[in-house]
């Protein structure tokens, strides 16, 4: 059974320093890995993906993410965050017949 | 493109009784998925059609029935609406042909079972 892992609920930045935010995997065979956000009251956007290739993913907003193999990890990142990035994101890994498996999402809090 | 829509936006409902969500897309996507949202539990897959006429279970189907009657559409019917289906549910889509494809998401339908 594949699954992902967001181990922080919560993650707190100040506007301009770099944003992090961690997700790990676990799947048999190769891993298609996905970000996406979810403003409040809205439905999920995407934001990247990565299915093969470069490691470093660049996506929407100014967000990226590092795929790691050896630490079966793909962390978003964004090297200057804005408080409109304020938001709950979430990371998902696809099964072989496309079906989404989501972590349960980290929220992101900017401050001025 | 209006993309995906939803509808009610919101509802409630009295235990037991029955309702119908609604989802369509105008982007002629093959797949639709209905999913399900929780605090801490991320979204959850209840039900999803790889196309007209076709429907599969998710992660959570107990409760939920599903009809892909045409292409556009995609429906999720509560038979007898239990507290515990109160969420809220999101309708995706996506093309076919290939499992790479991102998923496109309505704006959610809020629904109370009291």
């Known amino acids: 059974a594949q699954s992902v892992a967001q181990p922080e609920d919560q993650v707190n930045v100040a506007e301009g320093n770099p944003l992090t935010v961690k997700c790990t995997y676990s799947?048999?065979?190769?891993?298609?890995l996905f970000w996406y956000v979810q403003y409040p009251n809205r439905g999920l956007q995407f934001l990247l993906k990565?299915?093969?290739?470069?490691?470093l993913v660049k996506g929407s907003y100014g967000f990226e993410a590092e795929f790691n193999k050896s630490q079966t990890s793909f962390h978003l990142k964004k090297p200057s965050a804005l408080v409109s990035d304020s938001a709950l994101y979430f990371c998902a890994v696809r099964d072989s017949w496309g079906k989404l498996q989501f972590g349960a999402g980290t929220q992101v809090v900017v401050t001025p | 493109n209006a993309g995906v829509t939803q509808t009610p936006k919101f509802r409630v409902l009295k235990t037991g009784q029955s309702m119908t969500l609604l989802c369509a897309q105008d982007m002629n996507h093959e797949y639709m998925y209905w999913y399900r949202q929780d605090p801490g539990m991320g979204l959850r897959l209840i039900h999803y059609?790889?196309?007209?006429?076709?429907?599969a279970k998710g992660e959570v189907p107990d409760g939920y029935n599903v009809s892909r009657l045409k292409k556009q559409n995609f429906l999720l019917g509560l038979e007898s609406a239990a507290p515990s289906q109160t969420s809220v549910y999101f309708c995706a889509s996506s093309r076919g042909g290939s499992t790479y494809n991102e998923q496109f998401f309505g704006p959610g339908t809020r629904l109370t079972v009291l």
């Open positions: 990565y299915i093969t290739g470069d490691n």
């Open positions: 059609s790889v196309g007209e006429g076709t429907t």
């Open positions: 799947v048999s065979g190769n891993p298609y």
